[in-house]
C-alpha cells in the first residue's frame, strides 16, 4: 500500500510511488498528479500552500 499524498494545486490524491512529479518547498515534499499541477506549483508555490488551513475546497480545473 503506497503513502498518499496531496496535491497542493489540484487537491486530488496522489499516490506518492505513482505520483507524475514532486518538488520540495520549505521542507515538505509535495506530490503532483500531471505535470501540468508541478509546473503550476512551480512557479508560484506560497500561492498553493495554507499554512494551518484544511479543507477548502478549490476547485481548480
Ligand atoms: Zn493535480
Do not use: H, T, W
Not at 18 to 36: D, H, K, T
Amino acid at each position: 500500500m503506497g503513502e498518499k499524498g496531496k496535491d497542493p494545486v489540484c487537491g486530488r490524491e496522489v499516490d506518492k510511488e505513482g505520483a507524475i512529479g514532486s518538488s520540495e518547498y520549505r521542507g515538505n515534499i509535495f506530490y503532483f498528479c500531471s505535470l501540468g499541477c508541478k509546473i503550476e506549483f512551480d512557479r508560484a508555490p506560497a500561492e498553493y500552500i495554507c499554512q494551518g488551513k484544511e479543507g477548502e475546497n478549490g476547485n481548480y480545473v
